[in-house]
């Protein structure tokens, strides 16, 4: 089945520990997101890529980290840096590239809910 | 400026019954791209429906229909006869055309349907 797999579901951080989150799509896709998602709020963009060795940062990337070494994996790693880290981080896809702006729709994956202790 | 409003921040409703959904948007941008999610207990958002800009036409999807209204800047979604698995969290996204890296989602509308 086509789609984007995060791992892990849940995890749980102590304070001052950097944590990694899995993100892996066969979608074939180019672009790939990073969203915050806390109680009551919509989506906030952390970081996004259009293509492999190449990302942007978003509205909150303070404390994020990333990288696109693959064409299929976008790993997103939170920081010590980050004062509050606890929330459910969504990882998405779209078609891009092509030359063409992306007007696609995005696809998402199930989502890591962090929690730090 | 690109905004999304969704003001109603939780609908409950009982089964059968129909509900509206309220988007209001905001943008500069002659071309964009609407769309609407659906997010269940499970967390992950599914994608329901992209609308561009050029196409005021409604749309019907069995028990799903939408209304864009260019005039009022608006993309309300309806669910007629609601059914207890319509209970979710449903975001409107904006995406324009010339920043489109970025989508911009409204705060998400929480349903319930009660039985």
């Known amino acids: 089945d086509g789609g984007i797999t995060q791992s892990p579901k849940y995890l749980f951080r102590k304070e001052g520990q950097n944590v990694t989150l899995s993100c892996e799509q066969n979608l074939n896709h180019d672009a790939m997101y990073w969203y915050r998602q806390d109680p009551g709020q919509g989506l906030r963009l952390i970081y996004y890529s259009q293509i492999v060795n190449d990302f942007q940062k978003g509205d909150i990337a303070e404390g994020y980290s990333v990288s696109r070494e693959k064409k299929e994996s976008f790993p997103l790693t939170v920081t010590s840096a980050q004062k509050n880290p606890t929330a459910f981080y969504l990882c998405a896809s779209s078609m891009g590239g092509s030359g063409t702006p992306d007007t696609g729709e995005l696809f998402f994956g199930e989502g890591s809910r962090l929690t730090v202790l | 400026a690109q905004k999304v409003t969704q003001a109603q921040t939780e609908i409950s409703v009982v089964e059968k019954e129909d509900v509206t959904l309220d988007c209001v948007y905001e943008t500069r941008d002659t071309t964009y791209y609407l769309f609407w999610y659906k997010q269940p207990p499970s967390g992950e958002l599914v994608f329901l429906i992209r609308?561009?800009?050029?196409?005021?036409q409604n749309e019907i999807s069995g028990r799903y229909s939408w209304n864009f209204q260019k005039s009022t800047s608006s993309f309300n979604f309806t669910i007629t006869a609601s059914q207890v698995v319509d209970s979710a969290v449903y975001f409107c996204?904006?995406?324009?055309?010339?920043?489109?890296?970025?989508?911009?989602f409204g705060s998400g509308t929480k349903l319930n349907v009660k039985p």
């Open positions: 996204a904006l995406r324009p055309l010339y920043n489109f890296n970025k989508f911009y």
């Open positions: 609308r561009n800009s050029f196409d005021e």
